[in-house]
């Protein structure tokens, strides 16, 4: 797993040692309550290498990827970054099982943002 | 011209405004002017010229001219000239109230080996006024173009204005629109590659002669770092590639800012080394990034080695310049 | 079997004795590793650095030369780096010119608590000229021992 | 050819642990002129230093290389060292095998190469020292102290209580800084204004003391005990000498809507103002941005009911110029910029504040007589939230500072102690990322806010605040309780981050003092010269040098004004004898040299000269002040022919070294 | 005498370069030099290469000797280049005639050994002049341009090189090369010769006798005031033989080597007391009065000049031999 570690730190580009833990992240996201592990404790697992726990976690699917985490981390750490490799790790791990273009416009939303859309790409599973 | 050009010298002798005059002297032939300092009318008038052979910047012989006794020094000074006679003064190497600067208007020197590169041999002497040159030689006479005879230096004329003389023989001049960087921008858009082939072949040709340093107004220091022994970096003969590129690097550095491009060290170089082209670098990157700067244009700014700019660019601008070449 | 020697650079770095090499202490101080290929030489301002010196160095065998100082505003001498500025910018300038890379020279402002700056700026100057290769183009070689 | 001593250090484990010693005075023993090597384990021990005095004297040494730390540590050590046996201090050189090798080398034989060619350098260099002898200049026994806040005047006091006249420039109308805001002082809870208020009037009242209130510096020139300083007296408009400071202009003036800066805006002052009731110089100013008689030349209100006749609508900008011998920097400190903290809607709602505009709140000379209400509709607040290290302790960037600002944790504990002791009805909860209390009673204060007050302290930060129907709702993570809280407060405070003055850095760069990369002023040693600049003559008290608290303060501008009064004493300062001399045989006179001192140091005379064959020739020369000279070799470079040269670091030591550095 | 048509000129050049070095005068007029020959070079067409066929016998920089440095030990390490054969094509008649000069003051006693190698393992193919430029006088110095000397002699015509050996170094080279014939060169048209302007060099007042009388004229200073000091003059002359010995300081290795000086330095021949000849007038009279003077005192009579015109053509303010000769030597009525 330690691999997948520095994988996830690769691919996110983050450095989770830089966190000071002041819980800031956590103090901004708004999908705190639906969330197993929270953006704080995500950085927290990163370093210490408990990725399965978290790459097991629905937590990591809750995330809106409104980045407002990133945008307030003081320390630049922007664990947001990192929930979106784990996502990734995730995904590329179970091989080609994400979202497929041809079946977005049978779920496409007028209303629906372009963001959400790229992150749904990512984000869920068949 | 060179009547009126005479004229005036031997008024300033016998006027008793000055008690010798600096000017051309006629050689062998029609093309190997020395510079001289006359005394006499009969010496004027019997050796005294002005033509196209007189390219000599008669300017630093005025270091010395200026510090000697006795009544003033009478000056003959083409436009370029004047450019180096200002900026010795602003060095304080010249002493101008022993001085009587006479400006003379120029059309461009010619230069004699360009007449010999068009492939005419044996000259005897040249003729003409205008376009054309009738030119005499052993094997008969031929003519060529004026224009194509020019020296590099004449034929990019920077200016034709003559600056600080007490007097003018001929029309004042105005600066002109050059294309004097020209070949510097060629350079620049080679490859490092290209320029370092380009500049072997050149300085590899380098003798040591130091004609270029002592025809040069701007290297007239007491004693030349190349001449002694204490500076570290004297040397009499290039003993490699090495000692070739330090000699020129050092000596545009050192005349960087002062420089006027008066183009004597190319005209005097016996291994045809374009000098100017190093020199002509510094200034083209002194207008670029500090400013249009020319040396001996006046009395009174700061040369840009000896002044500075808050915002002035990073060096790494050398780098971020050329990244794309 | 020889087997060819990783090629290290020798790199001089001459740093103002107010701000970079000060710079340069904090960087030991503070135990942050960059190549033992730089020396460093102390001078009492980067306006002290004569371009005869930089050639000196390339002569003599340095692969890569870098001139550390205050940073503009902040020189002990209050103008000493505008005016190396200057005259760094005219001479690399210089070298471009006649072919010579552009890489091996370069000039840093590194205050006296930039002990971080200082490392990592040896670390990639080191890289950089490693990359290069060795001095040749301004090589003396009488210089290079057989 | 010099007979040279080299003497390589251990510094304990320092060096000898990546650097065989050993090795490396070995390898030095066999270098031309080397006539004595050792290693010893703390050469600056005085059984080092004896060591070295006693070889000199054995071996008639002419050169000194000591293989140690840094010269910036013991370069003078060494100097004094071999001075004291005979040899000229000049003649030492130092490699620098600890700094700039064995720390930063893990690899014992890379180090010991490195060290051997290092000291290689050093005997290269030393081979061609020469002895210098360093001049005297004199000192003006006057002191400059830049900045009127309690560094200030506490520097100011002290240096003028030792008997030196001080001069201090404070850009403000009235002395007395920061302090002069702030309500009560941790950890104590004493009265600022009780304590700081007869430091005022004392340093008012010194005859050794002159206040230039109101006054900027504009330009710094020479150098350590002969600075001269321009000093921009600003016009006031007022005549300070005539104005007695009764006030009654500043309550008759038409022009009431001035934001008041005392109390940071939160309430309003006249265009003619005294900042507040203690001012000293307690003498009133005319805001010229705000005065209408300034600015359409129709008013004059201020000077009809002015007995004392004062007002002077004519007073114009002062330039004046003094010397001085010692200048101190005490420019201090202000909040930090709240505009890129969006999330804490502190522009969006009055009621978010940050920790100085709430000293003010809670201040009974204050906006609000001392009664703690919201700004926005003068209520009681009942649920106060504070937010630490707002600004601080970020990960650089234009967001924040990368440094703790290190009173925070200390103020708000103390804003929420006492509003927990005013009105015990509050909800007070301060989010903390962690608390730092070192200091004395600091951490038991904290615990009292705590335990006796109740003070809600929670790990975890805001993430955003947003103002709706009258109320702030607070959302924030609670690490230890993992949970995400919502409240809903009445007041937000942010303990923002402190930033070094604006004024510091165009100060730093007249007074060629240094700094680091967040404007603070740089110490000449982090730990052993803290109050000294790098730049001789130049010291450093107060917030401007760090973040401090007003003990440290206080002790600080001590320090500094001893510093100050240990350089008045002197009626001569040695000189640095390493300065530019010129050739007269090589020099042209041509003035390149001239145009790049930065001290006036070099003039030119006209000299006769001896000439070939017995003539003579009159040439101009350059001449160096020795005493003006500092030293930074700008002119050596600019001089073509090399006529200008630099004791103590020449061409020709300067290649030496880069000679053996590259062999 | 043997011939080689001029299209057989290349093959020749590369037998000659097959069994030593080869050297022949290349490039642009402006620059023409004796180069390593290679294959596909041209010859010059420039009368005369700008550097002397000197060079090739005592070069501007040649080591002479190190001295390696180990501690404080001190070796001393013989540093002389390799001696290898090799042939100079293409060398005038004036530059031919320098040898002799130069030979007078580096193989009297004590023998320049450096210099001595260079000449045994050289070979001189000289070539006619046809068409000699106005700077030439080689004819005032008894020179015939149409017949060189050298140890082998050339002429060409449109069709063919014609070459005589003249020495038994000479022979030997011509010996082995396949491409040449019998045949022997048309004779030289000597007229223009006679045209050359300067062919009349008054030089019956120069030659030792009068020495006082020449070195105190007052001439001299009119001659010397514009001299720039520079050494162009004696590095284009294929006569002047005056050299500095000089140290470079490699930093473990002392190398000594000597290198061409010109007495036009300020710096020529100092000593310790300070310079010999301390004014411009004084070097420049001592260049002109050594090729004109003192040589021909010491050797028979024979001047120091070869007439080449490279000085006349060179000189950054056109003051040369030609002029002092003529201020010197004429006048006087």
Redesign the interface.
Known sequence: MSDMTEIVKRISGVNPR?C??????????PA??EMDY?P?QFVDMVENGRLEELMNSRGIYMCLSCF?CL???????EPSKLIEAVRLAVVRQQGKNHLNPEQIPELLDEELPQQAITSAFRKYRK | MQERVKAKAIELLESGVCDRVLGWKAGEFFYDVTPAVFTSREEIEKEFVFGPFCGANMSKYLIAESRKEGKKVGAFLKPCDTYSFQQLQKEHRIWRENVYAVGVQCEGMCDIEALKAAGIKGILGAEGSGDTLTVHTLYGDKSVERKAVLAERCACCKSKKLLGCDEIVGEQGEELESARFEQVAKLEAMTPDERFAFWRGELSRCIRCNACRNVCPACSCEKCVFDNPNSGIENKAASNSFEENLFHIIRAFHVAGRCTDCGECSRVCPQHIPLHLLNRKFIKDINELYGEYQAGADMDTRPPLMNFQMDDPEPSVVHERGSDQ | MQVKEEFKPTIVAFCCNWCSYAGADLSGTNRLQYPANVKIIRIPCSCRLNPMFILRAFQRGADGVILCGCHPGDCHYTTGNYYARRRMTLLFSMLDYLGIERERTRVEWVSAAEGAKFAATMNDFVETVTKLGENKRLEDLRCKSE | MQKIGVFVCWCGSNIAATVDVQAVSDALAKEPGVVFSTNYQYMCSQAGQDMIQEKIREFGLTGVVVCSCSPRMHETTFRKTCEKAGLNPYMVEIANIREQCSWIHKDKETGTEKAIILGRAAIAKVQLNAPLTAGQSPVVKRALVIGGGIAGIQTALDIADAGFPVDIVETKPTIGGKMTQIDKTFPTLDCAACILTPKMVDAAQNENINILSYSEVEAVKGFVGNFSVTIRRKARFVDETKCTGCGLCTEKCPQKKVPNEFNLGLDNRRAIYIPFAQAVPKVATIDPNYCTMLKTGKCGVCSKVCTAGAIDYQQKDELIEREYGAIVAATGFNPISMDKFDEFAYSQSPDVVTSLEFERLMNAAGPTGGTLLRPSDGTHPHTLVFVQCVGSRCDGGEKGKPYCSKICCMYTAKHAMLTREKYPDTDVYVFYIDVRTPGKNFDEFYRRAVEEYGVHYIKGMVGKVVPENGKLKVQASDLLGGQQLHIDADMVVLAAAIEPDKSARPLATMLTASMDTNDFFTEAHPKLRPVESPTAGVFLSGACQGPKDIPETVAQAGAAASKVIGLLVKDHLTCNPCVASSNEMMCNGCSACEKVCPYGAITYIDKDFRGPNRTTLRRRVAQVNPAVCQGCGACTVACPSGAMDLKGFSNAQIMAEVDAICK | MKKCPISQLDALFAALAAQQKLYIPTGEAKTAAFKPWEEGMKLTDALNTVRSAKDLFFPQVENLVNFKVTGKEIEIIENRDPAEPFVVFGVRACDCRSFDILDKVFLCDPVDTYYQTRRENGVIMTMACTEPEETCFCTAFGIDPTDPAGDVSCWTDSENLYLRANTEKGEKLLSGLPMLSEGDAPAADKSVFERLPLKNLPLDKFGGEHMMELFNRPEWKGLAESCLGCGTCTFVCPTCQCYDIKEFNTGDEIKRFRCWDSCMYSDFTLMSAGQPRPTQLERFRQRFMHKLVYYPSTHDGEFGCVGCGRCLQKCPISMNIVKVAKTLGEEKE
């Not at chain 1, 000071?20 to 996201?29: H, L, P, R, V």
């Not at chain 1, 945008?71 to 750490?77: A, G, K, T, W």
């Open positions: 830089k000071m833990k002041c819980g800031k992240c956590s103090g901004a996201c705190y309550d929270h704080h407002a945008e307030r981390c003081p320390r630049s750490v």
